[in-house]
């Protein structure tokens, strides 16, 4: 997969393709993103997991403690 964030500065655009696509159908797709949701792709691998904690620390929750009974969650007699 070819995935590239650009502002072209006039309406023709080259991709370079990978050699492994050369040869094989292919799908481009342009549509224009608004800049607040462009994701920076030149993070390292830390700042990415980093950024993913950040944005879903607010939705975590502790189930340490939780105990799952197989015969409760199948017991459609109630």
Do not use: H, W
Not at 46 to 75: G, H, M, V
Request: aromatic share 6%.
């Amino acid at each position: 997969m070819v995935r590239e964030i650009i502002t072209p500065q006039s309406s023709v655009v080259t991709v370079r393709l990978p050699e492994e696509m050369v040869g094989k159908t292919v799908e481009v797709i342009a549509f224009e993103i608004e800049p607040e949701n462009i994701i920076d792709n030149k993070l390292t691998k830390e700042q990415e997991l980093q950024r993913i904690r950040d944005l879903t620390s607010s939705s975590l929750i502790d189930l340490s403690n939780f105990k799952f009974d197989r015969n409760e969650a199948n017991n459609y007699d109630e």
